[in-house]
């Protein structure tokens, strides 16, 4: 959820997309959420490189952008049942 700001700035959009995901998929352990915060950071280098990499066609950057979703969440349900889970590239639509 992005906090009451008209256009927040971009790091700020983030840290709230950020916490959103943390709020949604952390383990709880005595009350305080649990997460692999190399994930995080992993998964952010990830979609930086997709996205610098990626060419100026607005579509072609939300496919980047989807497929490291999909593969942090797969990562994440990878860690929690300790079993591969395979990621496709998202087809265009």
């Known amino acids: ?5 008209a256009k927040p700035c971009l790091h700020c ?3 709230a997309a950020i916490d959103d ?3 949604k998929n952390a383990v709880e352990e005595n009350g305080q ?7 995080i950071i992993s998964a ?3 979609v930086a490189g997709e996205y610098c990499e990626a060419p100026s066609d607005r579509s072609q950057r ?3 952008l989807k497929f490291a979703h999909l593969c942090l969440e797969a ?3 990878a860690v929690r049942t300790g079993k591969s ?8 639509h």
């Open 62 to 64: 939300s496919r980047a």
């Open 21 to 23: 995901w943390i709020e």
């Open 1 to 5: 959820m992005i906090r009451d700001t």
């Open 33 to 39: 959420p649990v997460f692999n915060v190399g994930d």
């Open 75 to 77: 990562s994440v349900q």
């Open 13 to 15: 959009a983030l840290n």
């Open 85 to 92: 889970v395979q990621v496709s590239m998202p087809t265009e």
């Open 44 to 46: 952010l280098v990830e």
